[in-house]
């Protein structure tokens, strides 16, 4: 097939629903922004687990330890599936997690906001785990089949993580005045790093209109972020808390809540690595790949013993 | 030596008795016995599975994508090997 044969044979795909599998022919912007997305996202999942790993030894009781332990256990297997499918486009695994660690790869700039009080870990959940999920379940329909499976094992997976944290921040709001404090504290700072999870706004998106087309994106980062708003507006009314926004109000013609803009210097600043844990999530990313190097050399070790056996 | 000299392994999961081994994905180990330990705690954290198989994807053969369309042709023009090809009476029962 020629050059132009096979992007009218791609696009005919794209058009169809048909997914993209690893071997067929794609373009390689198509190529190059997947491995971006992707990879961006398996570093989103693994150093996701920073904050929350840092409260299971001091998470309250034995059920909410056990439970997060879980959690972060189900993101390191997430960022491994995310990394597998990086793979199937060819790109080379050490290389994906050394682009991280050199800084030249981003992640979720949630993650560079610290976990301060064990209500921020319910807040996580709730927020942060509900703002990927819905980002989540829209990527079940991308149009790269080895992405969209894992979303979809993903989102499987993740609805507990928004559950757990929803019903621990209930337990706080239902608590003392001062943990119920807690928890409104924990919903002021987490809700607009949670809202900045979608993105800059679509006029300001670089990559946006190109992924639509290629429905890599099936929604928009500001359709996402209103769903988003939508949903999680009457849940704060539940839990008896105030979402930190006083132009946060329905808005009975559009059929959506406004609110108001999202402070992008702040955004734009984390995203250069000015947040405030950005230089210790990588120090930490860093620190755990070359400390966990003689697991890796023994696991080698023992495989070459246990071959030597079988020959032998 | 770093894990990316690891060989990747594609993972096969029987989610129940009676069920195929179905791919589920991949992932990278040393060996085939951490290969399993592997998959078992990444893809079967929820009683998904009770059989695993791992494959070295290197043994992996599969048809050129490129030729399918020629390699497969042979049974897309067989429409007589179903049986809507044939027409039986309204009245007929059983079949």
């Avoid at chain 1, 849940?235 to 979402?243: P, V």
Wanted: aromatic letters at 10%.
């Amino acid at each position: 097939m020629t050059q132009a044969e096979h992007e009218r044979h791609f696009n005919d795909k794209i058009a169809k629903e048909i997914k993209i599998e690893p071997n067929d022919w794609m373009p390689d912007e198509y190529r190059q922004t997947l491995i971006r997305q992707i990879s961006q996202h398996a570093h989103s999942e693994v150093v996701g687990m920073l904050p929350e790993g840092n409260w299971i030894t001091r998470a309250p009781n034995l059920r909410r330890k056990a439970v997060l332990l879980a959690k972060v256990q189900d993101e390191a297997g997430h960022g491994l599936y995310l990394y597998s499918a990086t793979e199937t486009l060819g790109a080379d695994r050490e290389q994906t997690i050394d682009d991280l660690h050199t800084g030249k790869a981003k992640y979720s700039s949630i993650f560079n906001y610290p976990a301060l009080t064990w209500a921020d870990i319910g807040a996580i959940g709730w927020l942060v785990d509900g703002a990927a999920i819905m980002n989540q379940v829209a990527l079940c329909r991308t149009s790269y089949g080895p992405y969209a499976r894992a979303m979809v094992k993903i989102c499987k997976e993740e609805s507990f993580h928004q559950r757990q944290g929803y019903e621990s921040l209930m337990k706080l709001c239902n608590g003392t005045p001062q943990q119920k404090a807690m928890a409104q504290d924990a919903l002021n700072r987490f809700w607009w790093p949670a809202l900045m999870m979608f993105g800059p706004n679509d006029a300001e998106s670089t990559h946006s209109e190109q992924s639509i087309a290629w429905k890599i994106k099936r929604f928009t980062n500001d359709e996402l972020r209103q769903s988003f708003v939508d949903a999680t507006v009457p849940q704060a009314e539940i839990l008896g808390l105030t979402i930190p926004d006083e132009n946060l109000k329905w808005n009975e013609e559009r059929g959506h809540y406004d609110f108001s803009e999202i402070n992008w210097d702040e955004f734009w600043q984390v995203v250069k690595g000015n947040g405030p844990c950005n230089k210790e999530r990588l120090a930490a990313r860093i620190k755990a790949k070359e400390e966990g190097l003689w697991v890796r050399e023994a696991a080698n070790a023992f495989a070459k013993k246990r071959a030597m056996k079988k020959s032998a | 030596m770093s894990n990316s000299d690891w060989p990747l392994w594609e993972v096969f999961i029987r989610s129940k008795q009676g069920l195929n081994h179905k791919h589920v994905g991949s992932l990278r180990a040393p060996d085939a016995t951490l290969a399993l330990e592997n998959a078992r705690d990444v893809y079967t954290r929820r009683s998904e599975g009770i059989s695993i198989w791992v494959v070295e994807s290197a043994h992996i053969h599969a048809t050129d994508i490129d030729q399918a369309d020629a390699f497969f042709e042979p049974s897309d023009t067989k429409i007589y090997r179903h049986p809507t090809f044939y027409e039986v009476p309204d009245g007929v029962k059983h079949m």
